[in-house]
């Protein structure tokens, strides 16, 4: 069960995941042993999955971002093993969900070029055996960007 406190903890290191137990214990008026075992127990309880960096993919010259829409032509546990496993072996798609509705798959790619996201889309993507079509979204502005979960 998580109490307030956590709940601030959680919501401060969604912020600054770099935050010491000496800054956590005083946004919390805990001490930093105490906020750093609080922080501890929700990392083994898996409440906190990991830390990362977020990097500006425009600085890394990632210049086009697309969301693919994938529809698979037939529906079977190979088929989403194979899509799966071609999923996770690229890395220009940097999130994949299985989707209610029109599309099995939405993907969320990231590419230096649309030459990149050419390629990827039609020597990769479309020629797998399990896909029938694609749907490609460009983006063109992000509005907000990824956000703290609301805890």
């Known amino acids: 069960m998580l109490d307030g406190t956590d709940i601030k903890l959680l919501a401060l290191l969604q912020k ?22 609080r922080r501890q127990r929700l990392e083994t309880e898996g409440y906190i999955q990991s830390y990362v960096a977020r990097l500006d993919p425009g600085k890394l010259g990632l210049a086009v971002q697309c969301f693919v829409q994938v529809h698979l032509h037939s529906h079977g546990p190979d088929n989403a093993a194979s899509f799966a496993r071609l999923v996770a072996s690229r890395a220009e798609i940097t999130s994949a969900w299985t989707m209610t509705g029109e599309a099995d798959y939405l993907l969320r790619v990231y590419c230096h070029d ?21 749907h490609s979204q460009i983006v063109m502005a992000q509005l907000k960007g990824d956000s703290p979960l609301p805890v």
């Open 114 to 134: 649309l030459q990149e996201l050419n390629t990827l889309l039609h020597e990769i993507i479309l020629p797998h055996p399990a896909v029938g079509r694609v």
């Open 16 to 37: 600054n995941a770099q935050a010491t137990a000496q800054e956590l214990g005083e946004a919390l008026n805990l001490s930093p042993s105490q906020a750093g075992r």
